[in-house]
């Protein structure tokens, strides 16, 4: 993994102006894992992708994210202050392409991949939930030994397809990140999940702002070319702001 310049990350920014945080995803992995091709990088699971992310989040804005949520039960404002590394799983999961669950109350074998962000993609374009969870299983479960249902995921029990979406989470736990967050006013407690994609992409997002108001203030001053402000140190860059700074 490499830290892209100021100059490719606002290219990244610039591309990935639709809705879709798994394009994003997919958009800044792109632009830091060298070592890794576009299609393999869609294809790796969700857990390994979010794993990839964190590093690159702490490469671009340092290690330390600070949340601020409301209490669902008070509406207070909550701060939260954590580490990249703090949710980096030591054991991430296995490397197994092929997961299999058996269902103790259906008696089903059923064997089934990890989501990956191709799937993310497909699911996005799905009119609510029920429908997502449906094609997602569609697409993930590779065999049941379910006679009825056969391949089609659609036809197995809804309640074992809850069973298998348990399977699928516990099998990339990477994936399924939740903060725990306790409110200071009233004491509740919740743990909102927290997806590394979205959360680098609206970083991403402000900092494009804040960079592009730097240039433009630059540029009228001193008649820089973006090229040129862009290649500044962060230092240097700031240092001129100040002189220029009205
Ligand atoms: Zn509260």
Avoid: K
């Avoid at 490499?2 to 809705?19: D, I």
């Avoid at 959360?199 to 001053?221: N, P, T």
């Amino acid at each position: 993994m490499r830290t892209p310049a100021p100059a490719q990350l606002l290219q990244v920014w610039e591309r990935g102006s639709g809705p879709s945080a798994a394009a994003c995803g997919l958009l800044l992995l792109g632009s830091s894992c060298d070592e890794h091709s576009g299609e393999t990088l869609a294809a790796l699971p969700l857990g390994r992708r979010d794993a990839l992310l964190l590093q690159l989040r702490a490469r671009l804005f340092g290690a330390e994210i600070g949340t601020v949520a409301s209490c669902p039960q008070c509406a207070a404002t909550v701060e939260a202050t954590f580490r990249c590394d703090d949710l980096l799983l030591t054991s991430p999961g296995t490397d197994a392409a092929v997961f299999e669950h058996v269902s103790p109350t259906h008696g089903v074998h059923v064997r089934f991949r990890l989501p990956d962000s191709n799937d993310l993609l497909a699911v996005e374009q799905c009119g609510d939930v029920d429908e997502a969870r449906q094609l997602l299983l569609e697409r993930c479960v590779l065999a049941t030994s379910d006679a009825a249902a056969g391949r089609d995921a659609r036809g197995l029990a809804v309640s074992l397809q809850g069973e298998i979406a348990q399977a699928m989470a516990q099998a990339d736990p990477q994936a399924d990140l939740q903060l725990a967050f306790r409110c200071p006013d009233c004491g509740h407690d919740w743990q909102p999940q927290f997806d590394i994609a979205r959360f680098l992409w609206q970083e991403l997002h402000a900092w494009a702002l804040r960079m592009l108001r730097d240039v433009d203030m630059l540029a009228r001053a001193y008649h820089w070319s973006e090229d040129e402000i862009l290649a500044l140190s962060p230092r240097r860059r700031q240092a001129y702001l100040e002189l220029c700074a009205p």
